[in-house]
């Protein structure tokens, strides 16, 4: 197998350093760099928590892709660098596999067009945990049934983005099968501003964020006399690693950019 040359935007954050480790450890992967706001010019391994790995450091994504020419940027930021160093990464031909959440609809469509007009294999993924794809799958199989339905998210407090990448995406596959319906009492009035949560297409996601949760979701059901309820939960962020591997070689024959999982899994 071709050794893939990658470079990890936001080392020192709980998924970066989950990724870091993932290269560190696939024999096929390469850390030629990573991207971080503090430290430029140094090596990674001078960082607290990375004395194994000898990686430099870069803060202008420019820079680094001139000097370590990587095949895949692995992008673990926030909602905002992270647009933006997709953005970069496509201009200059280095395919992109986006954990990052906080992508609108528009900017995912512009992104697609940018990655299909360079010829550009990307994926971007708002959750690279296999269950919670499944969870999402099975879904969409449900909603096909069961037409009433809300969405519970639940994730720690530092998460910026609200609701999260994948309650947005459950909505968007249980929209694609589910009539239209807008849940709950049509006459329902909020004695308090968001009681019913936010709305997508009728759905309503609800959004809980508590120290100690990491990322969990429960999409629950409603029928005549019966309830299902369908739950994915990650303890830990190794959870998604699997996710980011398959991303990482799928992403090496794709000319076009992906978004979700579950578009690259059986
Ligand atoms: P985190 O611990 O806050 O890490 C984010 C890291 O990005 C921090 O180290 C931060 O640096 C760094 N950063 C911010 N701006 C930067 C820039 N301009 N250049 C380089 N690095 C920069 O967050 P996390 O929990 O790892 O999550 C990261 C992202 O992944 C979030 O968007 C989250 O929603 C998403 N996520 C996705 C999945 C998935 O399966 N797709 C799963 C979990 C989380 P500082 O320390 O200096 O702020």
Redesign the pocket.
Known sequence: MDTIKIVV??P?????KEAVALVQETEHFSLVGV????NNGQSLRDVEGFSNVNAPIFTDIVECFSETKPDVLID????E??KYHTEVAIEHGVRPVV????FTKEELDRLSQMAEERKVGAII?????VGAVLMMKFSQMAAKYFQDVEIIELHHD????APSGTAVKTAELLTAVRETKQQGHPNEKETIQGARGAEYDGIRIHSVRLPGLV?HQEVMFGGNGQMLSIRHDSFN?AS?MS?VKLSVDTVMNLDVLVYGLENIIE
């Open positions: 935007a936001g020192r954050g709980r998924m970066g991207i971080d706001r503090k673990l930021t926030t909602p660098t992270g954990g990052t959440t906080g993924a708002p959750n690279f945990a530092q998460k910026l983005d990322a962020r998604f996710g």
